[in-house]
């Protein structure tokens, strides 16, 4: 018997990938998340709200893994699972996911309101307010980072040499070097979304955070480029979004109390960092990257 389960949020990706999917499968499944693609390589992903929205999730109110059966293992590519598109939802082994009542949620999280957070300083030009936070920020990340021992990892260095490299690109509006720093990083580290490319997610929302858009869109597109065909295809969806300005809910959620002065700020962090076992620490370490050199 199908289990019907309704959509209580979708960003607008959804429904686009509804339209023009003929063909999909799944691609990866979790507790809380089932990843699917298309014939041209796009991802929808139904999740729970323990993960909540995204640039291209349906967020349900659950499921369970006998709706899917079978299920190879909990990171495994399931291609004997069944999936079928239509306009207003998808089929998925046993679950029907209907999409129709979904509220639209918009994935681009709203920079400029955090880039205009200013105080007005003697001279006339403006530093944002939330940057007094900094220091505190990048001791908790820090501190989280050295409980998981992430900084002693066997691609740290090279993770970090790419980095580094990356942002003297950014700096100095070297195309060449931006490739190089962002090849060096993109696909490095295991896992699904490897570490490096949870950095270079950051260091693009960084950008967002403190730059204007005519400048972000061509650094972003460079960026994307190099990384998409060296990586999984799961992580190349974060970081086509993540160059477009859009993130998952926790990232709003973290511009929006940042552009209030928001004391629950802390709050937020702790929960992104808490993201899979490191990609929410890579990615505040790349966004704290960019904010710091601002």
């Known amino acids: 018997m199908n289990r019907r389960l309704g959509a209580i949020q979708a960003a607008p990706a959804v429904w686009q990938w509804l339209a023009v999917t003929r ?15 298309n014939e041209y390589g796009d991802v929808l ?20 893994a006998g709706d899917l059966s079978p299920i190879e293992g909990d990171e ?32 681009r999280v709203n920079w400029e309101r955090l880039r205009a957070h200013t105080a007005p ?13 900094l220091p505190h920020l990048q001791r908790i990340v820090q501190q989280h980072r050295m409980e998981l021992g992430l900084d002693t ?43 490096g490319d949870d950095v270079l997610m950051g260091v693009m929302l960084g950008l967002w955070a403190t730059k204007a858009e005519a400048t972000i869109r061509p650094l ?49 962090v702790a929960q992104i960092l808490a993201t899979g076992h490191s990609s929410g620490a890579d990615a505040l370490l790349g966004f704290l990257s960019v904010i710091r050199g601002w």
């Open 23 to 37: 063909q999909a499968r799944l691609l990866y499944l979790f507790d809380h998340a089932i990843n699917l693609v």
């Open 76 to 107: 495994s590519p399931a291609t004997n699972i069944g999936v079928q598109v239509q306009p207003d939802g998808m089929q998925i082994g046993k679950l029907w996911v209907d999409v129709r009542g979904a509220a639209v949620w918009p994935p």
């Open 153 to 195: 990892t066997v691609w740290q260095p090279p993770l970090q040499t790419g980095l580094d490299l990356l942002l003297t690109g950014i700096a100095q509006g070297d195309t060449v070097v931006i490739q190089s720093g962002t090849a060096q990083l993109a696909g490095l580290g295991p896992g699904l979304t490897p570490a």
């Open 121 to 133: 300083t003697t001279a006339g030009s403006g530093q944002a307010v939330w940057h007094s936070h």
């Open 45 to 64: 992903s139904v999740v729970t709200p323990k993960i909540g929205a995204g640039p291209f999730h349906v967020v349900v109110n659950g499921f369970v």
């Open 220 to 268: 972003a597109e460079v960026m994307v480029a190099t990384a998409v065909p060296r990586t999984t295809t799961l992580s190349a969806a974060g970081l086509r979004a993540a160059g477009r300005g859009e993130a998952g809910w926790l990232w709003h959620e973290l511009s929006n109390r940042l552009s209030v002065t928001d004391n629950r700020w802390e709050e937020t």
